[in-house]
């Protein structure tokens, strides 16, 4: 009985070969039955037949691939489908009933106030106040100036220009006359050391748009043959001169969009595409990228503008800059912006933006000559700005002939009616011969440096390549704003708006001109793009 033990302790310890188990095991008298041959689950033949099936059948599947299942899907927005939603975007609001069957030309200027949408301050109010009053909660963007406290009639207005022109003097960037020069040098000093200041010491420096009234019964027609001229609001009025509110250029836009189905001639319009309506300019004076944040601010002071586009090297737009974004730089914290780049300070913008809204955004605020008139009145009312920069397109997307209905529509007439060649002729009356080509006007660097210390905080610079939305745009080639668009539907329903240009002009007059002569004269940082 030893040996088995012995032996089965090696079996344990060594594992012998199952021959030596079986052997050690029959000397027991116990037989261990034979393993069973494994045999493949196919044999050879069936083995090779398989193999010869499944070579046939991936031929097979070469020779007639089975059908796609993207064939069974349903089918997605074809080209053409998705350039026509976007050259004529649907409105996020029903039309108004109220307005149906009307004729916009008599609805009354009173019908658009909202009187509680009126900020007011005093003559006395201080600048920080007043700016309190501008930014918070004021869909108007204007605060209006009265003499008291009890009066309703506006003797002057506060408004996002008038806040730019305001921080260039008290950081000392802002180029006064000669005869202007101590008041700005007492702005400056009373601001630093935080003395407080009126409106009214100020009301010198402001650069004032033309105050325009009309009584609240006035026909509307009226107020968009005025915004046509280039007035960008309307104060309404009761009988007695007091305000009871504030229409603008962007509320009447977007008074025609939302409504346009109650008013065919207009709808009409929306159709054509921008280069067959021939509206907007093509002289645009614009900044580079990587100029100061303070060349911008005074660009747009010299020269009576609202906003200004921010070109690359290349001429391209990579975003915009407008007064209403002075409100990020209302505390001393921001005044570092001023020395960066303007590259930087639209990402400050649009990183601003997407804290408020909760959502990532990137610059919106361009078209193409080859876009309808429907996309840009869509984007100008969904970024609520106040024009749209048109841009070269690399590959334009075909657009529709221009449509010879449209016409200037009278009382008593249809579009049918008139001769398709009068709305060209009507369009084009006023209007000054079209340039040879869109020249875009850089001022030249700035070498000046504030008068007043700024914080010595420094940010990081911001290439244009990083922006969201960066290299969708393309080279600046014109600009179409509210004005011109109102001056368009002003036009095309038999109104008379004057010229534009002459309300451009008395804005430029009003500034200050120590940099004018070389922005209109263009001189080597002017580039032209004449085709």
């Known amino acids: 009985m030893e040996a088995p033990d012995s032996s089965a302790k090696a079996g344990l310890g060594s594992n012998p070969p199952l021959t030596s188990a079986a052997s050690s095991t029959s000397s027991l008298g116990v037989s261990i039955p034979?393993?069973?041959?494994?045999?493949?689950?196919?044999?050879?033949?069936?083995?090779?037949?398989?193999?010869?099936?499944?070579?046939?059948?991936?031929?097979?599947?070469?020779?007639?691939?089975?059908?796609?299942?993207?064939?069974?899907?349903?089918?997605?927005?074809?080209?053409?489908?998705?350039?026509?939603?976007?050259?004529?975007?649907?409105?996020?609001r029903q039309p108004n009933p109220r307005y149906a069957g009307r004729d916009w030309r008599d609805l009354a200027v009173g019908e658009f106030a909202v009187p509680e949408e009126v900020r007011w301050v005093d003559f006395d109010t201080s600048v920080e106040e007043a700016t309190m009053a501008l930014l918070k909660n004021n869909p108007n963007n204007v605060v209006l100036i009265r003499e008291n406290p009890s009066s309703k009639k506006a003797v002057s207005t506060f408004d996002h220009n008038d806040l730019n022109s305001y921080l260039l003097v008290v950081v000392g960037l802002a180029n006064p006359e000669d005869d202007q020069i101590q008041l700005y040098q007492e702005i400056s000093s009373k601001a630093q050391s935080q003395t407080p200041i009126s409106l009214r010491e100020i009301q010198a420096i402001c650069r004032k748009e033309q105050l325009v009234t009309l009584e609240d019964e006035t026909p509307l027609n009226k107020a968009i043959e005025i915004f046509g001229s280039g007035i960008h609001r309307i104060l309404v009025t009761a009988p007695n001169g007091d305000v009871v509110g504030i229409i603008n250029q962007l509320r009447m836009l977007e008074f025609f969009w939302n409504e346009a189905s109650n008013f065919p001639m207009?709808?009409?319009?929306?159709?054509?595409?921008?280069?067959?309506?021939?509206?907007?300019?093509?002289?645009?004076?614009?900044?580079?990228?990587?100029?100061?944040?303070?060349?911008?601010?005074?660009?747009?002071?010299?020269?009576?503008?609202?906003?200004?586009?921010?070109?690359?090297?290349?001429?391209?737009?990579?975003?915009?800059?407008?007064t209403a974004d002075t409100r990020l730089l209302t505390n001393a914290a921001s005044l570092p912006l001023l020395k960066n780049s303007c590259m930087h300070f639209i990402s400050v913008i649009l990183s601003e933006r997407g804290v408020e809204r909760g959502?990532?955004?990137?610059?919106?605020?361009?078209?193409?000559?080859?876009?309808?008139?429907?996309h840009t009145v869509?984007?100008?009312?969904?970024?609520h700005s106040h024009r749209m920069w048109v841009?070269?397109?690399?590959?334009?997307?075909?657009?529709?002939?221009?449509?010879?209905?449209?016409?200037?529509?009278?009382?008593?007439?249809?579009?049918s009616s008139i001769p398709p060649a009068s709305f060209a002729s009507s369009l084009s009356a006023g209007r000054h011969?079209?340039?040879?080509?869109?020249?875009?006007?850089?001022?030249?660097?700035?070498?000046?440096?504030?008068?007043?210390?700024?914080?010595?905080?420094?940010?990081?610079?911001?290439?244009?390549?990083?922006?969201?939305?960066?290299?969708?745009?393309?080279?600046?080639?014109?600009?179409?704003?509210?004005?011109?668009?109102?001056?368009?539907?002003?036009?095309?329903?038999?109104?008379?708006?004057?010229?534009?240009?002459?309300?451009?002009?008395?804005?430029?007059?009003?500034?200050?001109?120590?940099?004018?002569?070389?922005?209109?004269?263009?001189?080597?940082?002017?580039?032209?793009?004449?085709?």
């Open 378 to 383: 869509a984007k100008l009312v969904a970024t």
């Open 34 to 92: 034979t393993p069973p041959e494994r045999s493949n689950s196919q044999s050879g033949s069936h083995k090779s037949s398989h193999i010869a099936a499944h070579r046939q059948s991936f031929a097979d599947n070469q020779r007639y691939p089975p059908p796609s299942p993207r064939a069974q899907r349903h089918p997605s927005f074809t080209q053409q489908a998705l350039q026509d939603m976007m050259n004529n975007p649907p409105t996020n």
């Open 266 to 322: 207009i709808e009409r319009l929306y159709q054509v595409p921008l280069r067959d309506l021939q509206i907007g300019t093509q002289k645009i004076i614009a900044i580079n990228a990587d100029a100061p944040l303070a060349d911008a601010l005074l660009l747009m002071n010299n020269e009576g503008l609202t906003s200004v586009a921010v070109v690359d090297n290349g001429l391209n737009v990579v975003g915009n800059i407008s």
């Open 359 to 374: 959502r990532d955004s990137f610059p919106v605020f361009y078209v193409n000559p080859y876009s309808t008139l429907a």
């Open 433 to 531: 011969s079209p340039s040879p080509g869109p020249t875009v006007i850089l001022p030249p660097p700035s070498t000046s440096t504030p008068a007043s210390p700024l914080p010595s905080q420094t940010f990081t610079s911001v290439p244009a390549a990083a922006l969201p939305g960066a290299g969708l745009s393309g080279r600046l080639t014109g600009v179409v704003s509210l004005t011109d668009i109102l001056n368009l539907f002003a036009r095309s329903s038999g109104l008379s708006p004057s010229d534009p240009s002459e309300q451009r002009a008395r804005r430029r007059r009003s500034s200050s001109s120590s940099v004018r002569p070389s922005i209109e004269n263009g001189g080597r940082h002017s580039s032209d793009l004449r085709r």
């Open 391 to 415: 841009v070269e397109s690399a590959s334009p997307s075909p657009s529709a002939p221009a449509t010879p209905l449209l016409q200037p529509s009278h009382p008593g007439t249809t579009p």
